[in-house]
């Protein structure tokens, strides 16, 4: 065996010249969404795979490719478990999460594709169940599915079934969207409570000890998109607040835009139900997922217009205003509390719910 | 709890209108790439996710997007054990999986996703050097990683690390080249000896019993494409024969092309150490996975031109002939062996080698 061979094969060789991430295995926090997920891309992904695109850091990547178009490109792993929950599964999930973080470019989502990672032993029937959904969510989104491909491993070698998706969607060229445009003045908004999605699959777990009526709220958001698109106000930034919940999505854009975002906590959306049950297991609402929620940075002109928009779609009708744009603070987020005191949001760090999405 | 959370939470509900395929459960061979995998598709996605652009049932999809685009969009998870081998790993294969996916409609490979799903517990060694490796992979094919996703599972709920890559590419405006544009009359060329990629798996899994020197062939074939292009012969079919072999390869190109495909045992290369070990494990080298080998299907006219371009190229220097496209035996694939007889050449049924890629 030559010395290439050994190189490969036994797992060793040369320290690479890009230090590591500074823990020596992965742990869950590494997929939170969260603070670990941050350090990980940070140290690890974007040293290595370095160029303009990636460093956007956005939901999905802007791509200009000839003269007229300009696209975005996004991916998202799905490992959520339970694959059924109330208000969705796995498959409307995947379909949906890549849809979202497309039309957070102000894309319109065209196509998906889909990579199913299937264990050994999985019910025919609910392969067929979440192939079913995902096509009644493609359809309700106005997608087509157009590559798949699907692998089989042994049992015990993955959960069931995961399934990846990628998205390709058009923007109109020189769309400035995106999270690094946020300035201050603007106006913050969110188009529902949050929590729902998180609450949901808690509860499909039966970890919850008692029983809630909440739903997730896993949704297609470029309906929202294109209204916001249309309403003439000018839009700055666009997220939907998954993994690390709205917390972790506002201190990744203020880091972006280096400005401070200022909420005000008793504009906040959340249901009674969830807020009831994160009280009693320790929750806090900011951090939990949503799969159906807009977060829009928007000129505070066109604030109010923006709202309209939003409450005259289907999934936006309980939209609000949340907070606003601010030029101290750089690089937070600030809460102002009901009580009149004001306090930072960090991101999420380590892991509250594993495998949301 | 209302009826429609009875629906999704107990994953039971209305028979969908789609008969399932026959098997009850999913099993290994539903991952082969071979006749399972075809029926997988052809019962459960191609009806559910039905659109013209997945019905071409080639490696990648097309796209038309504006007046001067032609896109070619291909997905692939990976899921090999093990992660490093002989010639390549994990993050390899991923890019070039996917680059050769793309370039097999003629497309340059442009940008790529990643999305990974790691299992907790992973050495973060371990996932620096796949991410190393799929860094300078890139770099060879001259493509972008531009977003990527990263999930954790529990310990146990996955095998150490898998991989999702989707791919993006472009190609000139009306370029015809797919799995149903084969004619009789072409000739079929193979870029080098097969199961080269198959076998060096085998060999790191310590399963051969015997030492034998083999690395995987694992390689993007994007320069092979556009040499090929640039020849100036007609190109009707590329494709990277990868799991199901090159058996399963030329038999959904009769499929799709409703032409029989005719090959010549004598012409095709397989190397001699390759060939010893199928012989004592009871395998058929044409149904061996490859990983940086291209079957391309051509005007006769051209044909020698095109073997000079591959010729000229890294990877296609032992390009040969091998066989041709004929009229009868529609759909079929024939070997005339060494010995002057003529037999079928199946799809691959089952599975030979899981999690081969």
Chains 1, 2 share one sequence.
Do not use: W
């Not at 959960?159 to 020189?174: E, H, S």
């Amino acid at each position: 065996m030559d010395a290439e061979h050994k190189r490969v094969t036994l797992e060793e060789g040369p320290v690479c010249p890009i230090p590591l991430p500074h823990q020596e295995r992965i742990v869950l926090g590494h997929g939170s969404g969260g603070k670990m997920t941050h350090d990980l891309v940070e140290r690890l992904f974007l040293p290595h795979f370095d160029n303009p695109i990636l460093r956007t850091g956005d939901d999905a990547a802007p791509l200009e490719l000839g003269e007229e178009l300009e696209l975005a490109l996004s991916t998202d792993s799905h490992v959520v478990t339970p694959l059924f929950f109330p208000g969705g599964d796995i498959g409307r999930l995947a379909v949906c999460g890549t849809v979202n973080d497309v039309a957070m470019l102000g894309a319109k989502p065209l196509y998906l594709t889909a990579g199913f990672i299937l264990e050994e032993g999985l019910e025919m029937r609910t392969l067929e169940r979440v192939i079913h959904s995902m096509m009644e969510a493609a359809q309700e989104a106005g997608v087509a599915i157009v590559a798949g491909d699907t692998k089989v491993v042994e049992r015990g070698k993955a959960d069931r079934l995961f399934i990846n998706t990628t998205g390709l969607g058009v923007r109109r060229k020189g769309l400035k969207i995106g999270g690094a445009q946020a300035r201050p003045g603007d106006a913050v908004l969110l188009s529902g409570p949050l929590g729902d999605h998180g609450m949901a699959v808690v509860r499909a777990r039966g970890e919850l000890g008692f029983e809630i009526e909440v739903e997730s709220d896993t949704a297609p958001l470029n309906g929202l998109v294109e209204a916001l698109l249309e309403s003439g106000a000018e839009v700055h930034v666009l997220r939907d607040p998954t993994r690390g919940g709205l917390a972790t999505t506002l201190n990744e854009i203020a880091a972006q835009s280096q400005v401070g975002i200022l909420l005000d906590e008793a504009a906040i959306p959340v249901r009674p139900a969830v807020q009831a049950a994160c009280e009693a297991l320790g929750f806090d609402p900011l951090y939990l997922a949503n799969e159906g929620r807009l977060a829009a940075i928007v000129a505070e002109e066109g604030a109010e217009r923006a709202l309209r928009a939003l409450r005259g779609q289907r999934y936006g009708e309980a939209s609000v205003r949340i907070g606003r744009v601010v030029e101290n603070h750089a690089g937070r987020v600030m809460l102002k509390t009901r009580l009149g005191s004001t306090r930072v949001i960090e991101r999420l760090a380590g892991e509250m719910l594993p495998r949301i999405c």
